[in-house]
């Protein structure tokens, strides 16, 4: 990548998970031992509530506000809302559907995911209202390059910069009942994991690849980013995805807690179904959480 220092590995910057109900995927959340930032617009239609953690990553749950001025959008070649839309039409409102990468220069990362064939639009540049917990609000600015695979209609790539910060204290976002929180793992499914080595080389800006019987890794600047067959992912996580389905399938992630025993008591005595595989606990899907999710120790 001509722009960019030669294979410097990018880190991951959030995760977007499409839900029907913000106020659903709140409660669930908040029922998981996370704080959950107040509610947030778009300029094109959609909104979001976010978990941060500690490392500077976040989890987007993504909703539809207005669906006309979504649909407006995606035909003005917004690609950010056509491919949510994509994501919901075969998939329905529940789910994980792209994992984005931090950017430095999303122009410079556009031109390069031009120059290696996996451009998946123009860029977009928004700005949102922010605002904490106790009431103080900012706004942030953002500019997105896209990518994506045309085999992988279900999962998409993009680079987010972020172009201003608002001067918040954002301490109380980070205050969760399971302690300090980072992001370990994005899990990924697909039946041949390296035909999409290439792209997510490119993607992620890593060289290194670590293939292995049940799919390959690849290290990102702050997590792995690991791709796993059908029979991989039921082994490790116990989660089933759909066999001989070819592309990229955006499954679950790992999360670092510095509480497990407590993560562990809270979703038993919030009834929350999870199953203890080696040392993690792995929560699967559910309305408002549209991933895996496996907690583990620091």
């Known amino acids: 990548m001509s722009d960019m220092l030669p294979w410097t590995a990018r880190?991951?910057?959030?995760?977007v998970l499409p839900t029907a109900s913000l106020d659903v995927a709140r409660e669930r959340w908040e029922r998981l031992g996370f704080v959950v930032a107040p509610a947030a617009a778009h300029p094109f239609g959609t909104e979001n509530v976010c978990i941060f953690l500690a490392d500077g990553c976040y989890i987007e749950m993504l909703a539809i506000g207005q669906r006309e001025t979504c649909e407006e959008q995606a035909r003005?070649?917004?690609?950010?809302?056509?491919?949510?839309?994509?994501?919901?039409?075969r998939n329905g409102q529940e789910g994980f559907s792209a994992l984005v990468f931090a950017s430095d220069d999303a122009h410079s990362d556009h031109?390069?995911?031009?120059?290696?064939g996996i451009s998946a639009g123009k860029t977009l540049d928004f700005s949102r209202t922010f605002?904490?917990?106790?009431g103080e609000k900012g706004v942030a600015s953002f500019r997105l390059a896209f990518a994506a695979d045309l085999r992988s209609p279900d999962a998409f790539v993009f680079a987010c910069q972020r172009i201003g910060a608002p001067p918040v204290d954002r301490s109380a976002l980070l205050n969760h009942?399971?302690?300090?929180?980072?992001?370990?793992?994005?899990?990924?499914?697909?039946?041949?994991?390296?035909?999409f080595q290439y792209f997510l080389q490119q993607t992620a800006n890593q060289r290194e690849v670590n293939a292995h019987s049940f799919g390959m890794d690849i290290r990102a600047a702050n997590c792995n980013v690991s791709v796993l067959t059908p029979e991989g992912l039921a082994a490790f996580y116990g989660v089933a995805a759909p066999i001989r389905e070819r592309g990229l399938r955006l499954q679950g992630f790992v999360l670092a807690v510095?509480?497990?025993?407590?993560?562990?008591?809270?979703?038993?005595?919030?009834?929350i179904s999870f199953e203890q595989r080696g040392p993690r606990l792995v929560v699967p899907p559910a309305p408002g959480q549209g991933a895996a999710i496996a907690f583990e120790a620091f």
């Open 11 to 15: 880190p991951v910057d959030h995760l």
């Open 131 to 134: 605002e904490t917990p106790g």
């Open 76 to 89: 003005a070649g917004n690609v950010f809302v056509a491919r949510d839309q994509t994501y919901r039409f």
């Open 258 to 271: 510095s509480d497990l025993a407590g993560v562990e008591s809270r979703l038993a005595a919030n009834n």
């Open 177 to 195: 009942a399971n302690g300090r929180v980072s992001l370990r793992e994005v899990v990924l499914s697909e039946e041949n994991p390296t035909d």
């Open 111 to 116: 031109s390069n995911f031009v120059e290696a």
